[in-house]
Nanobody, 121 residues
Framework: VQLQASGGGLVQAGDSLRLSCTAS????????KAWFRQAPGKEREFVAA?????TTYSDDSVKGRFTISRDKNMMFLQMNSLKPEDTAVYYC??????????????????WGQGTQVTVSS
């Protein structure tokens, strides 16, 4: 399975961006899928996830601003009201559906290459 993330860019605080993640398999909708991000000098952190059965999760830092969704072999992250602290490289990740935590990077097998999001103040 190959994942391709896209949609990042340079925006101002308060703006919106929509990230996309395209998978190379048609069974992607049944996978657990997630977005993580990594800022310079920091560990990769959980942003949002959608399970293989459609349950969504998001970190408290993005609740009410970011929305994760899926459609066939794609996953999206709609990011509204962006803040400078959202600046990071955003990665999409996936694994075959299973029970258990969606918040840990170690649980994911497939990773996209990352897309840079920079929010200026």
């Amino acid at each position: 399975v190959q994942l391709q993330a896209s949609g990042g860019g340079l925006v101002q605080a308060g703006d919106s961006l929509r990230l996309s993640c395209t998978a190379s398999v048609n069974t992607f909708s049944s996978f657990d899928k997630a977005w993580f991000r990594q800022a310079p000098g920091k560990e990769r952190e959980f942003v949002a996830a959608v399970s293989g059965i459609g349950t969504t999760y998001s970190d408290d830092s993005v609740k009410g601003r970011f929305t994760i969704s899926r459609d066939k072999n794609m996953m999206f992250l709609q990011m509204n009201s962006l803040k400078p602290e959202d600046t990071a490289v955003y990665y999409c990740a996936a694994r075959p559906y299973r029970s258990g935590t969606v918040y840990n990077t170690r649980g994911y097998i497939y990773w996209g290459q990352g897309t840079q999001v920079t929010v200026s103040s």
